[in-house]
């Protein structure tokens, strides 16, 4: 039988009928061979008795490889980055609800599961486990589709944890849509409410705290929200739970439906736009758990960037963000596509692997992938791909950073840029077409003296519009095109300076 | 009624299927002959002979059960009707006339017994389709001809004979006989197949696909993606039968995507010009094969209004329409006009299944006086000899030993002795046997052997140098497993069966209907205790095989560690092909090794293990002990010997063996074995419930959200899915939801529960869920706060001197100053009884105080046990027994 509480972005199962497998999922990339010159894709093999279906992951002190499942299982897995893998598996704790993340810290392993973060240690020194010390489960959980995703620790210790709305559309339990914080000493502190159907949580490089959000109501498309405290991320469902928060006010005023997030985060002052807008299908469809890379150079040229899954397209996107006058924003980028199944997770080995799992559940929501559950490995092979690295906003234009040095008479030419912007009708209605598209004029186009970056200025920045980038024209030093020629940076403020 | 002509000569012979097959010697297949044809009801034999033999069908119901029509052409002519029957013909003096007569009054007799309800039902064509499979699959048909298409039997001669079973049987009294054989036919030869009551329906219908009865219209429902087209492997037939009319409320409750195709015969009255209308979303109207409208079937859209016409003969006109019950707001109307004919739904009256008449069944009107003299009759003929249930006194032959051969039943003359039409052969086994028939000196092979041909057991199982499986029914026996090969379809050889299995197993196998081998289609019939129990202790004394010396166990625990690894993916890989107490790890699933020990002897199984294919030739089981050598050296020294009885002393914890590494955990269902299991999420207590299974076969579920106790069952654990879990097993007891503690200003005070709206309860009373530790069995203390109490709570599953299982539950209690007194709700439930201060029924829960503490009771709905506690500064404990 197939769990049918869990459909990532949302019912559109139950909004479109006819919906079924054989839909189309988007054109791909097409950009899958390009990619595995530079990121082989390698098959962590699962024995037939494991129901492997990922949700979480950590890597442990001793370099094992910890798979939380959403049956309920946690797998320490060794010899997983060993090239070729040869994993075995030791089943660690069992008997818990769907885990959907885990993060290590003195000793023990914190689990994120739908009820509740559990504090799970082996005190006995077997290797199973034997305390499930319960940090909280004061939130509400009593519809379908009430999952939780959870964080990394924080510096302080913190578990920070998004919990989905009840059925993705209402809020009918405690905090259904809103993003807590749990203390060490299991203190549950509600952060910010507007979620809708959350994905994963974590920090960027900054340490600021995201998640990702999915398309669908008050949603145009897919999302990375910045977790911060006292806001109001854009569902108003979840705003009846602000009187069983003392410290905190409901606001004032709601969104108005059929209008524009650059409107409406002017009236209602609690509202934080997303970071980062993934256009729908081109860059995602349900984007669920990231990462960020922090490999030291292990895994290419993309430091301290995040990298992201998504369960329906069975992709790794790509995602830079950058604070703006006091607000987080920043662009996503395509980066490989054609795994196996529906992602999940993501997380980063010590020696600079991307581990990539899930599952697909094939009656329910269209997934490319076709195994019904997969682990994989994306490994650098240490040949850096021509890649725009980073997308950065200036005054008038935009810093666009390279991995490799452009042809600089090329990369001097205004045209070399297709760039469009558009945004998303803000309202409560199920996702949004791209609307008020505009086309500004590239001004300028001036490569660094090392070839490694290139201003481009325009003629105008348009304020909480998605400026889309094609930069096919545009080749390295050494003749070669772009592996992905597409970007696209969200901008929510433009910098006076 | 029609029924079958003249018998070709040789096949009149009564037919005992296990005969033909067997290598019985001579002498023996004249006893079982001998039995078979229940001599000893004339000629008086020994109790044992008489007690042995096979009787003759109970007939104080027969009215109920089979047709009159039958039942007289049956006795006027038994070997013309049912070639084959064991029944003798006791009438060959009599003339055609009187033979009638006599047929007649014997019926009226057997008719006026008791109230009859024969009465025959229309056949079902899909679920006959569905019956022929399973009459092939299930073992009908290893005793039983296999039928082609048409319905012919291919195997008659060497099969036991059915008759025309469509002229005897309604579909009623069939379905009742094949649930119950032996309450007609006690003897057991007609074995109970232990069918599920759906597939007794189909091969009824199959069996009885010819029966005839009047009706207006046939009809077949089929459902799917039916605007496909009805070919579409997407449609499934549900069902057939006959309808009164068109209207589609005579069909009942009929599902969207449906389609019925009608078939039948319209009498036209006048000829002429007839115009047909019909309201639907798609179908077609056939008229002696021509199509007169058709709209094929559209899911998106609505209703359409179609017409047609045509020049029609008077007479019977064959019509078939097609309806589809598809696309919007689907509806269905049929109307036809005509020469003096108004346009109007067709009425049944101008409509039949048949062009042909067809008989409206006519029960028998029973005639007293006709009754009476069939009731002399049926003494005098010696009918009431084998048919001696209705208590009427027999008419005795000679003694046995005064018997001749080639004289009376055993001559070819007629005469007033019943005759069996006995073939040459078959009449030289009983003169063979005759002389020690009334106390045959058997040994206990030949007992063993008679048996299991009068049974017929050798129609699907191998006993070595007695016969098995006939090759021209090798291919009907099927499964599910084909990578299993052969074993994985034939029923497993009787050869040493009784060196192999344990007496309780073939008991539990062979009485009580106990069944491993799931793949096997062919169902392991039951022939009932007195008939074939003697088997159990005689397989056990007859088959032999050599002692093999089991070697001493210095340390169990090593030893079992030993098998547990070997049979684990890490040694031996057994679990690779066997499934595991039901949980199966690879793509096939072999025999569940589960129940070795408790099925097989311990000499068999080393036997076996050294070498698989001595006792199955063809077995896919490899060696791992080849020539005696193990190939796993670094096991227990290499010892073959202690590695065998090292499986053993692992296998033999049966349910309660840890499981071995690498039993997969794809399967939905939980087993416990040697340690507790736990299972969290969406479950009948809530989303935030968690299952515990423990090794003592008792299991509970806690709400983790409310802190609480919530339901106890016995037996098998849980299904569990991602996040969730479904409580197996028996004997579940439900609490209402509640937290534990609270502190009632009033008796009369609600129990507080946390409803839909009171979104912070049952934080809101203090309570915060803290999780659970692990004991060394793995068993769960649960901890949580309540207020300043730090309470842990934990459930033991322990056993009573008789084995039966409960659990002992300890509170445990930390406050760090004295509290204000606070009620423990310990059970709740409809019905409370109070037996004293610490013991209380609830339903059919015994629950015990174990500690000082004392209980009081609350009536309401639901009534409680309530255990006011006043918990002093530190550390307090409350102990409590759930028994149930």
């Known amino acids: ?497 | 009624m029609v029924l079958i002509g003249s018998v070709p000569v040789g096949l009149a012979a009564p037919v005992v299927s296990g005969l033909a097959s067997s290598q019985l010697d001579p002498e023996l297949k004249g006893q079982v002959l001998i039995e078979e044809l229940n001599c000893a009801a004339c000629h008086s034999g020994t109790p044992s002979l008489a007690a042995q033999s096979k009787k003759a069908p109970r007939l104080s119901e027969v009215g109920s059960r089979v047709n009159p029509a039958y039942l007289e052409a049956f006795i006027r002519d038994p070997h013309g009707i049912k070639p084959g029957t064991t029944m003798p013909d006791v009438m060959t003096q009599s003339g055609k006339q009187e033979k009638a007569e006599l047929a007649t009054s014997l019926t009226h007799f057997l008719l006026s017994l008791k109230k009859n309800e024969f009465s025959p039902q229309a056949p079902d064509a899909v679920a006959a389709g569905q019956g022929k499979l399973l009459f092939h699959s299930r073992g009908c048909a290893a005793c039983h001809s296999p039928r082609d298409d048409k319905g012919t039997e291919l195997l008659a001669k060497t099969s036991v004979p059915l008759g025309a079973l469509d002229k005897k049987y309604s579909f009623k009294s069939l379905t009742d006989f094949l649930r119950q054989p032996h309450a007609s036919r006690p003897s057991g030869r007609m074995p109970d197949l232990r069918l599920n009551g759906h597939d007794i329906e189909r091969i009824a219908h199959f069996l009885l696909q010819d029966t005839r009865v009047p009706g207006s219209l046939g009809y077949t429902l089929y459902r799917g993606q039916v605007w496909e087209g009805l070919e579409s492997d997407k449609v499934k037939a549900e069902r057939a039968g006959y309808v009164k009319d068109f209207a589609l409320a005579s069909l009942g409750n009929i599902g969207h995507h449906t389609a019925i195709q009608y078939d039948g015969w319209m009498n036209i009255a006048n000829p002429g010009r007839h115009t047909f209308y019909l309201t639907m979303n798609g179908g077609s109207l056939l008229i002696d094969g021509k199509q007169i409208i058709r709209q094929d079937p559209r899911d998106r859209r609505g209703v359409m209004q179609l017409e047609g016409a045509a020049d029609l003969a008077a007479g019977w006109r064959k019509i078939r329409l097609t309806y589809f019950h598809t696309g919007h707001a689907p509806k269905f109307a049929f109307e036809m006009e005509g020469p003096k004919l108004a346009r109007q739904p067709v009425p049944s009256s101008m409509l039949s299944i048949s062009n042909e008449a067809i008989p409206v069944f006519e029960p028998l009107k029973v005639d007293a006086e006709l009754a009476a003299r069939g009731r002399e009759q049926f003494g005098q003929l010696g009918c009431a000899n084998c048919h001696d249930d209705l208590r009427i006194p027999a008419n005795p032959g000679p003694a046995f030993a005064k018997l001749d051969a080639g004289r009376g039943c055993l001559g070819e003359a007629p005469g007033r002795w019943p005759h069996f039409d006995l073939t040459a052969e078959q009449r030289g086994w009983i003169v063979k046997a005759m002389p020690h028939a009334e106390q045959p000196q058997l040994t206990d092979k030949q007992r063993i052997d008679k048996t299991l041909v009068s049974f017929n057991c050798i129609a699907c199982h191998e006993r070595t140098g007695l016969g098995g499986i006939a090759p021209e029914r090798n291919a009907l026996f099927t499964g599910t497993q084909p990578a299993l090969g052969d074993q994985g379809r034939l029923p497993p050889p009787l050869s040493h069966v009784g060196a192999k299995l344990k007496p309780e197993w073939i008991a539990e196998v062979l009485l009580h209907g106990k069944r491993q081998r799931e793949y096997l289609d062919a169902s392991m019939p039951q022939f009932g205790e007195a008939n074939v129990g003697h088997l159990v202790e005689l397989f056990g004394k007859v088959d032999e095989l050599e002692t093999v010396v089991v070697p001493k166990v210095s340390n169990m625990k090593e030893s079992k560690d030993a098998g547990y690894e070997m049979i684990g993916t890490t040694g031996l890989s057994c679990i690779a092909c066997h499934e595991f107490n039901g949980q199966k790890s690879g793509e096939v699933a072999a025999l569940d090794i589960g129940h070795v020990t408790e099925r097989l002897k311990k000499n068999w199984f080393n036997l076996y293990m050294r070498q698989p294919s001595r006792f199955h030739p063809t077995v896919i089981m490899p060696s791992y002990w080849p020539g005696g050598q193990s190939t796993r050296p670094n096991i227990l020294g290499g010892d073959s010997a202690q590695q065998i009885e090292a499986l053993w002393t692992y296998l033999e914890d049966g349910m309660r063996a840890k499981k071995p590494a690498g039993l997969s955990r794809q399967s939905n269902e939980l087993r416990v074995s040697d340690v507790t299991e736990l299972c969290r999420g969406r479950s009948p207590v809530g989303y935030r419930g968690i299952g515990v299974g423990y090794p003592e076969r008792i299991n509970l579920a806690f709400d983790s959200g409310e802190m609480a106790l919530r339901q106890l069952w016995k037996g098998e654990f849980a299904n569990v899915d991602m996040g969730s879990f479904h409580p197996r097993g028996t004997d579940s007891i439900s609490f209402p939801p509640g937290i534990p503690f609270h502190r009632l200003e009033a008796l009369e005070d609600n129990w507080p529960y946390k409803g839909k709206t009171n979104h912070p309860f049952p934080q809101d009373h203090g309570y915060q869920f803290r999780g659970y530790h692990l004991d060394a069995q793995r068993r769960p203390t649960f901890l949580f706060h309540y207020g300043a109490i730090a309470v842990e709570d934990y459930f033991e599953d322990v056993h009573d001197k008789d084995g039966k299982p409960y659990f002992k539950r300890t509170l445990r209690f930390e406050t760090p100053a004295e509290q204000t007194p606070v009620y423990f709700r310990a059970a709740a439930g409809k019905k409370i009884t109070r037996q004293s201060e610490r013991n209380f029924g609830i339903d059919t829960l015994q629950l015990r105080v174990t500690s000082e503490h004392k209980g009081i009771t609350r009536d309401g709905d639901p009534g409680e046990v309530l255990i006011p506690l006043t918990l002093p500064k530190g550390r307090s404990t409350l102990t409590l027994e759930y028994q149930w």
């Open chain 1, 1 to 497: 039988m197939v769990n049918s509480r869990f459909i990532p972005a949302l019912l559109a199962v139950a909004i479109s009928p006819f919906l079924h497998a054989e839909e189309d999922l988007g054109a791909m990339w097409g950009t899958a061979a390009e990619e595995a010159k530079y990121y082989p894709i390698v098959n962590i093999p699962i024995p037939s008795s494991v129901p492997m279906r990922t949700g979480g992951f950590e890597v442990l002190p001793d370099g094992r490889l910890a798979v939380g499942t959403r049956r309920g299982d946690i797998y320490f897995i060794k010899g997983a980055f060993d090239t070729p893998p040869k994993p075995e598996y030791h089943l660690f704790a069992s008997g818990q609800d769907e885990i959907f993340a885990l993060s290590w810290k003195d000793g023990a392993l914190t689990s994120i599961s739908w009820g509740e973060v559990t504090r799970i240690s082996d005190t006995d020194g077997d290797g199973i486990a034997d305390n499930y010390d319960t940090l909280t489960n004061n939130w509400g959980y009593a519809e379908g589709h009430e999952f939780a995703f959870g964080s990394k620790h924080d510096p302080e210790g913190n578990i920070w944890v998004a919990l989905g709305l009840s059925g993705s559309y209402e809020s009918h339990n405690l905090f259904r849509g809103w993003a807590v914080k749990v203390t060490p000493d299991g203190k549950m502190i509600p952060v910010c409410s507007g979620l809708r159907s959350p994905g994963g949580v974590g920090a960027n490089a900054e340490g600021a705290m995201f998640v990702v959000e999915s398309q669908g109501p008050w949603n145009g498309c897919c999302s990375l929200k910045h977790l911060k405290q006292g806001a109001f991320l854009g569902h108003p469902a979840s705003y009846n739970w602000y009187p069983y928060v003392p410290e905190m006010k409901t606001p004032a005023v709601s969104p108005n439906g059929d209008s524009r997030m650059g409107v409406e985060k002017k009236r209602v002052k609690e509202l934080v736009p997303p970071a980062v807008r993934f256009p729908y299908i081109k860059m995602g469809r349900s984007i669920s758990g990231f990462q960020l890379n922090q490999t030291g150079g292990k895994f290419g040229p993309f430091d301290n960037q995040l990298f992201l899954g998504d369960y329906t397209l069975s992709i790794i996107l790509r995602a830079t963000t950058e604070r703006i006058n006091g607000v987080w924003q920043g662009a996503c980028y395509p980066f490989r596509e054609g795994l196996a199944s529906g992602i999940m997770n993501v997380e980063f080995s010590p020696t600079g692997q991307l581990i990539a799992g899930g599952f697909t559940t094939n009656t329910q929501w269209p997934v490319r992938g076709t195994e019904p559950f997969a682990l994989q490995r994306i490994d650098w092979n240490g040949v850096v791909p021509f890649e725009i690295k980073e997308i950065n906003i200036r005054k008038d234009g935009f810093l666009i950073t390279f991995t490799k040095p452009v042809d600089k008479q090329v990369a001097a030419r205004t045209d070399a840029y297709q760039i469009t912007t558009y945004t998303h009708v803000y309202d409560g209605s199920y996702g949004s077409p791209e609307v008020d598209q505009t086309t500004p004029r590239v001004t300028k186009a001036e490569p660094s003296a090392d070839g490694l970056s290139v201003m481009v200025r325009l003629d105008k920045i348009t304020e909480d519009h998605i400026h889309d980038f094609d930069l096919a024209k545009i080749t390295s030093r050494d003749g070669l095109p772009l592996v992905h020629k597409k970007a696209y940076y969200t901008v929510n403020e433009i910098p006076e300076d």
